[in-house]
């Protein structure tokens, strides 16, 4: 069993900058994936960014550019660095890890962009 708790959302002006960050209740080795994704009101949730315990990303095309995923390992953490947030980012952003035998998710953050 994995806890996962996500910070950092908020409300920001188009252009402006968030860091998600999303703590693990405990040392997870060799997960297939870690990361988050994001549900806008009405849409589907999707993938924002994923990184494997080797440390290979994935970013949506929608984010490339403009977000980064990082992570530290002795803080059993990672991080969503957003810049240049525009008004369609505007989401609730979960956290996930994929261990192959189970999928966790944290209860999300909102972030809103707007003017």
């Known amino acids: 069993q994995v806890q996962l708790v996500e910070s950092g959302g908020g409300l920001v002006q188009p252009g402006g900058s968030l860091r998600l960050s999303c703590a693990a209740s405990?040392?997870?080795?060799?997960?297939?994936?870690m990361g988050w994704y994001r549900q806008a009101p009405g849409k589907e949730r999707e993938l924002v960014a994923t990184?494997?315990?080797?440390?290979?990303?994935n970013l949506a095309d929608s984010v490339k550019g403009r977000f980064t995923l990082s992570r530290d390992n002795a803080k059993n953490t990672v991080y969503l660095q957003m810049n240049s947030l525009k008004p369609e980012d505007t989401a609730v952003y979960y956290c996930?890890?994929?261990?192959?035998?189970?999928?966790?998710w944290g209860k999300g953050t909102l972030v809103t962009v707007s003017s």
């Open positions: 990184i494997t315990s080797g440390g290979s990303t």
């Open positions: 405990r040392i997870i080795f060799n997960f297939k994936t």
């Open positions: 996930n890890v994929d261990l192959g035998y189970g999928k966790y």
